[in-house]
């Protein structure tokens, strides 16, 4: 196994966790919080917005199942990266569209993936997501881990969540773990 990391912010943790736990090679989705000031913050002190963090997840993925390249595809289809500090009702520094990179190849991949985007006018709006060297990274607290698989039937997993996955499922089938089809 080639075990690689990915470090993304696209709004709320949960979601993202969700798409990303399904797509084929990777082994581990981590929710937390990088980019910030405060030592171990909580989700109150991130949510409030005043330590500068933002919630991502970290994938830990085989590179020879899956690429980088794949995964950020994955990432700028299925969040809005044209708007600034904000997804869907989630609003604040906090939600912003990042990408944390582990080394300069992936910020190579990064860059050239959101000038080709923007080239191809895939976004109605610029692609404003930030890239930047990883940070330390802070896992969240434990009940937001696997938050859609333990929650599935609360009403923000089935109104935001299960839309975003059915979107997902339907525009990356080749990408879904076969265990999940």
Known sequence: ??????????????????????????????????????????????????????????????????DFRDLLLIFFKTHDPTTLNRQGADVGTQYRSVVFYESKEQ????????????????FDNPIVTEVSPIETFYPAESYHQDYFINHRSQGYCMAVIEPKLQKFAKNFKDKIKPELL
Request: glycine content about 14%.
């Open 107 to 122: 910020k190579t991949q990064t860059e050239e993936m959101i000038a080709q985007l923007n080239a191809e006018k895939v």
């Open 1 to 66: 196994m080639n075990i690689q990391k990915a470090n993304f912010g696209g709004g709320c943790f949960w979601c993202t966790e969700a798409v990303f736990t399904a797509v084929n090679g990777v082994n581990r989705v981590t929710s937390g919080y990088m980019g910030g000031r405060n030592e171990h913050p909580t989700y109150e002190q991130v949510c409030g917005g005043q330590t500068g963090h933002v919630e991502i997840i970290q994938i830990e993925y085989d590179g020879d199942v899956t």
